[in-house]
């Protein structure tokens, strides 16, 4: 980012503001001359500035794939967020330079004066850009306007950029006191209670075409379904020909790469779950294990509409887990049908519209590949591929091709991936995943909903009990225990015929163990 939290200070010299917080900084760049100098002099500053090591530049290495001009930085947010007296004059100037000012058009905030936050934030961006790539000569791709995917008028704001980057946090922690301390909210939903919704407004902000990543993504603790995300996820992301993800953070503080400490809510580097859930995403997403969508659907706005959608159409969003969705851009090509807003869901393809219905009325409804299958009455998904099977449920019984489920008893991710290289049926290495939950000895909440956390807890890290019957479809099987650094932990008893392998897996009982990780071989 080449602005994320510098706050104002004097020797900045911006005629506003001595001094100011970093939402001020973001508020007051598009529409001060002196704030856009000082962006200016910070980036050449940072990107020219030599490597002692390499004597490179960041301008002059390769390594660099793209930056991110403002981290969330899109002034119709900061203006909300500080009211600011600058914002208002500068609005009152560009009303009167452009004829529109009177007493009402003065005071009102409606859509003449978010047309006026558009017409700054798109200069600003656009000088920006100009400054970066002309000025400064630099080759790595830019991208901005990262968080508020839910609002359409922003889609053109990012179409100006050749990349397209966004954030995705799954119930991020609410500060009710103060920020970042304690006592924390946590809205417990989950992804595959709740139709995948934000994984879909999301995917509603790709433009078809241009390169898409999600550089900040996070299913924070202490969300009780968080073992859905290596899964759910990495099924969507791959459907959707997504091109890079990265978590936010693997941590906060040097020291927790160093010791062995307690979960924190936004740091993976001691949470066994997410540490499993990024080593799920590498089998489906990196590797390649689920297949991406053959059609596209994209949406098609043009900026008067934009203006007047509250949100996407709702049957656009839940796409998300059916077919590859996006923008249609200014200059991109048409990578698939393209609609307007009011085609939702009427002139979508019979099979679109069926996976819709299905979804609305709790019947499973199965993405286009026909590898995912998500059951919105039960909030669970199985994922089928060759090399890679994943079970998402909270109870009961679940079967893939390969991988069965039986007796779960709590909201559980099973998961066995291929690691010779073979397909499920014929390998002779699998990795079997199982995940329940995670968390601090001692945590505490203030009530049996588990949304307000009034104590993190600490060490030791406690894994939640909870109960599966496998079935592996390959006779002879072994199944072997793996500690977190991958050293084995004794056999599991597994009972073979002709045709499958069984054996439970159970925390409930000291021989079960708190593992979760498994070698199967044959």
């Known amino acids: 980012d080449l602005l994320s939290a510098r706050s104002i200070r004097p020797g900045d010299n911006i005629a506003e503001c001595k001094s100011g917080s970093v939402k001020m900084r973001k508020a007051l760049t598009p529409v001060s001359p002196s704030a856009l100098k000082n962006w200016k002099d910070y980036a050449r500053n940072f990107l020219t500035r030599k490597n002692t090591y390499t004597g490179k530049s960041i301008i002059e290495e390769p390594a660099f794939i793209f930056f991110t001009v403002d981290n969330e930085g899109c002034l119709f947010q900061w203006?909300?967020?500080?009211?600011?007296?600058?914002?208002?004059?500068?609005?009152?100037?560009?009303?009167?330079?452009?004829?529109?000012?009177?007493?009402?058009?003065?005071?009102?905030?409606?859509?003449?004066?978010?047309?006026?936050?558009?017409?700054?934030?798109?200069?600003?961006?656009?000088?920006?850009?100009?400054?970066?790539?002309?000025?400064?000569?630099?080759?790595?791709?830019?991208?901005?306007?990262?968080?508020?995917?839910?609002?359409?008028?922003?889609?053109?704001?990012?179409?100006?950029?050749?990349?397209?980057?966004?954030?995705?946090?799954?119930?991020?922690?609410?500060?009710?006191?103060?920020?970042?301390?304690?006592?924390?909210?946590?809205?417990?939903?989950s992804e595959l209670g709740s139709e995948l919704y934000d994984i879909g407004r999301r995917a509603v902000t790709r433009i078809s075409g241009k390169p898409f990543v999600l550089t900040e993504v996070n299913w924070c603790s202490p969300t009780f379904s968080r073992a859905e995300m290596g899964p759910v996820f990495g099924a969507c992301a791959s459907l959707q020909g997504w091109d890079g993800m990265f978590s936010f953070a693997l941590?906060?503080?040097?020291?927790?790469?160093?010791?062995?400490?307690?979960?924190?809510?936004?740091?993976?580097?001691?949470?066994?779950?997410?540490?499993?859930?990024?080593?799920?995403?590498?089998?489906?997403?990196?590797?390649?294990?689920?297949?991406?969508?053959?059609?596209?659907?994209?949406?098609?706005?043009?900026?008067?509409?934009?203006?007047?959608?509250?949100?996407?159409?709702?049957?656009?969003?839940?796409?998300?887990?059916?077919?590859?969705?996006?923008?249609?851009?200014?200059?991109?090509?048409?990578?698939?049908?393209?609609l307007k807003p009011g085609d939702f869901p009427e002139k979508l393809p019979e099979n679109a519209k069926a996976f819709i219905q299905n979804l609305n009325s709790g019947k499973p409804a199965k993405s286009s590949t026909g590898q995912m299958v998500l059951y919105p009455d039960r909030g669970s998904m199985k994922l089928v591929t060759p090399k890679s099977e994943c079970l998402v449920l909270s109870k009961g019984t679940l079967s893939g091709n390969f991988l069965s489920a039986g007796n779960v008893d709590t909201f559980t991710t099973l998961t066995l991936h291929s690691l010779d290289g073979k397909e499920l049926k014929n390998s002779s290495k699998m990795l079997l995943i199982h995940l329940t939950n995670a968390a601090n000895s001692g945590t505490k909440f203030a009530d049996s909903s588990c949304r307000l956390m009034t104590d993190a807890g600490k060490l030791p890290v406690l894994i939640k009990q909870g109960k599966a019957d496998i079935e592996l479809k390959a006779p002879g099987l072994k199944v072997t225990r793996l500690k977190l650094n991958g050293s084995t932990a004794g056999k599991i008893a597994v009972k073979t015929n002709k045709d499958k392998s069984t054996f439970s897996l159970d925390r409930s009982v000291p021989s079960g163990g708190a593992f979760i990780y498994y070698l199967v071989t044959r």
């Open 79 to 189: 203006w909300k967020r500080t009211r600011s007296k600058y914002i208002i004059a500068a609005y009152h100037k560009w009303l009167k330079k452009t004829g529109k000012y009177n007493q009402q058009t003065a005071i009102k905030r409606d859509g003449i004066f978010e047309h006026f936050l558009y017409e700054c934030q798109q200069k600003d961006q656009r000088e920006k850009l100009r400054f970066i790539k002309d000025e400064l000569g630099a080759k790595f791709l830019l991208n901005n306007h990262n968080n508020l995917p839910h609002d359409p008028k922003v889609a053109s704001l990012r179409d100006d950029f050749p990349m397209v980057d966004m954030h995705l946090y799954v119930n991020h922690p609410v500060f009710p006191v103060r920020a970042f301390k304690l006592p924390y909210y946590c809205a417990q939903k």
């Open 251 to 338: 941590t906060h503080h040097d020291e927790d790469l160093r010791e062995h400490r307690a979960m924190t809510t936004l740091n993976l580097a001691n949470d066994p779950l997410a540490g499993a859930g990024w080593r799920i995403l590498y089998f489906l997403f990196q590797r390649g294990d689920v297949a991406a969508a053959k059609e596209n659907i994209d949406l098609k706005i043009d900026m008067k509409e934009a203006f007047n959608l509250k949100e996407y159409p709702e049957a656009f969003r839940q796409l998300v887990g059916f077919s590859g969705i996006g923008l249609s851009g200014r200059k991109t090509e048409q990578t698939g049908i393209s």
